[in-house]
């Protein structure tokens, strides 16, 4: 069956790059998602990766996907007190439904 | 460009009650999604509507939760009768289409925040 493993929490320094890791077990996933989520609400879509890619870049985030080893990872590059927020990792395969992960907790101290 | 709205936001009820939660996609998405997120975890896909046909209900509970999309707008997702399990964060989210190529990218509503006292 399908499934998505983060880490639960992960915090950095303001100004440094935070990496946020994500493995899944589908090999046949076809489209890689990044999420976040600040407080009270709904799911943002920051990013999302092809299958057939290994990097992705926009602005200060970075996605590299390893298909061999199916890890997913989302670098943010100089990290705000504004990107503290709830990530999601989640990953699709055909007509299948989204799965996401439970979400890696991003606090970035000041 | 509008995104999903959804409403109300918060509701308080207790066991045994009925609950409606509407959600308006954007403009144009034929596809609508229904996500339950308990607290702590990723959100689990309920029901997903493809216009106004029912194409996914496999995870919906259908002994007490209901959804309808009835002019391939609009949708409703009703739940009776609530029970303390059920409290978590409603998302409603819409795509373009379906799994075409890069037309199934879902964006999210704010989410009605549900606590079955």
């Known amino acids: 069956g399908e499934d998505v493993e983060q880490s639960l929490f992960l915090s950095v320094r303001e100004g440094d790059s935070s990496v946020i890791n994500c493995t899944y077990t589908?090999?046949?996933?076809?489209?890689l998602y990044w999420y976040k989520q600040e407080p009270g609400a709904g799911l943002q879509l920051l990013t999302y990766?092809?299958?057939?890619?290994d990097m992705k870049q926009d602005q200060r985030l970075t996605v590299l996907l390893n298909k061999k080893d199916k890890h997913l990872s989302l670098r943010i590059a100089d990290t705000q007190t504004g990107d503290s927020a709830i990530y999601f990792c989640a990953e699709k395969q055909g007509n299948t439904p989204l799965v996401f992960g439970k979400g890696t907790r991003l606090s970035v101290i000041a | 460009e509008a995104g999903v709205a959804q409403s109300p936001r918060y509701k308080i009820i207790e066991k045994r009650q009925s609950v409606a939660f509407w959600c308006n996609p954007i403009?144009?998405?034929?596809?609508l999604y229904w996500y339950q997120q308990i607290l702590g975890q990723g959100p689990k896909l309920l029901i997903q509507f493809q216009n106004n046909g029912v194409v996914d209900d496999s995870q919906l509970p259908k002994d007490r939760f209901s959804a309808e999309r009835l002019k391939g707008v609009d949708s409703t997702l009703k739940i009776q009768p609530a029970k303390l399990e059920d409290s978590a964060v409603y998302l409603c989210?819409?795509?373009?289409?379906?799994?075409?190529?890069?037309?199934?990218?879902?964006?999210f509503g704010p989410g009605t925040r549900l606590t079955v006292l």
């Open positions: 403009s144009g998405h034929a596809t």
């Open positions: 589908d090999s046949s996933s076809t489209y």
């Open positions: 989210a819409s795509s373009l289409d379906g799994p075409t190529l890069g037309r199934d990218t879902q964006y």
């Open positions: 990766i092809f299958s057939n890619m």
